[in-house]
């Protein structure tokens, strides 16, 4: 257990659903990652934030996607009319915002759109 | 962040010790070496990092060439916990507190009993 905790952690969803995850982080950590797997893949990064602002987002976020970080802590993500291909694995991750600084994942949600 | 190779799988003996190679030819002069693994159905886990000297800790050690061009990431005695996949990711010092991690496709371990 690394301390970042991610609900849920299985979702079934029918295509054209909305679809919301959550993610607690380490309680002290001010910087929190999104990242979204697939079979066979390495992560790839989808957006992050420093306490609430949303610093950068990836090309990969597209307009259905949205997360946000209201107080500084947990964060969620929400996918708008979910398609087949967002099935994969989504993972949580924070850090401190320090140099080299390790990042702590979450055990991620698996979504499957059907 | 500068592009890594790595090989797709490697196989180890169980209480054998295993070395897992990464290139990363055009690595610059700022950039770190991580070493993150992810078991199986868990997040990436931190496993190492440095800059020109070898490094070791609790998990793991590593190794880095001369010319920093490769770098190779040691478990001295692996054991069937140790079966994951081992990305070699480079950070750049300067931006390393605020980028995301960039991963490829790392390496898959197996350990036989």
């Known amino acids: 257990d690394t301390g970042v905790s991610q609900n849920p952690r299985h979702k079934i969803t029918k295509r054209g659903q909305n679809v919301t995850f959550r993610c607690d982080p380490i309680?002290?950590?001010?910087?929190l990652y999104w990242y979204r797997q697939t079979l066979g893949q390495g992560p790839e990064f989808l957006t992050y934030?420093?306490?609430?602002?949303?610093?950068?987002k990836s090309r990969l976020l597209s307009d259905r996607f949205s997360a946000e970080r209201p107080k500084g802590s947990f964060s969620t993500l929400e996918i708008q009319r979910t398609e087949q291909g967002d099935s994969a694995m989504y993972l949580c991750a924070s850090s401190l915002a320090v140099s080299n600084n390790e990042q702590f994942f979450g055990p991620g949600t698996r979504l499957t759109v059907l | 962040d500068a592009k890594t190779t790595q090989p797709n799988s490697m196989e180890s003996n169980e209480e054998e010790p295993v070395h897992l190679p990464c290139n990363h030819s055009?690595?610059?002069?700022?950039?770190?070496i991580h070493w993150y693994r992810q078991l199986p159905s868990q997040g990436p886990e931190y496993v190492i990092h440095?800059?020109?000297s070898n490094v070791n800790n609790r998990m793991a050690s590593l190794a880095i060439a001369e010319d920093r061009k490769s770098s190779t990431l040691i478990l001295h005695r692996a054991t069937l916990r140790d079966a994951a996949v081992y990305y070699c990711?480079?950070?750049?010092?300067?931006?390393?507190?605020?980028?995301?991690?960039?991963f490829g496709k790392g390496t898959r371990l197996s350990v036989i009993a």
């Open positions: 055009t690595i610059s002069g700022t950039d770190y």
């Open positions: 990711i480079l950070r750049d010092i300067e931006s390393s507190g605020n980028t995301p991690l960039v």
């Open positions: 309680s002290e950590h001010n910087r």
């Open positions: 440095g800059l020109t």
């Open positions: 934030f420093q306490n609430e602002a949303q610093l950068e």
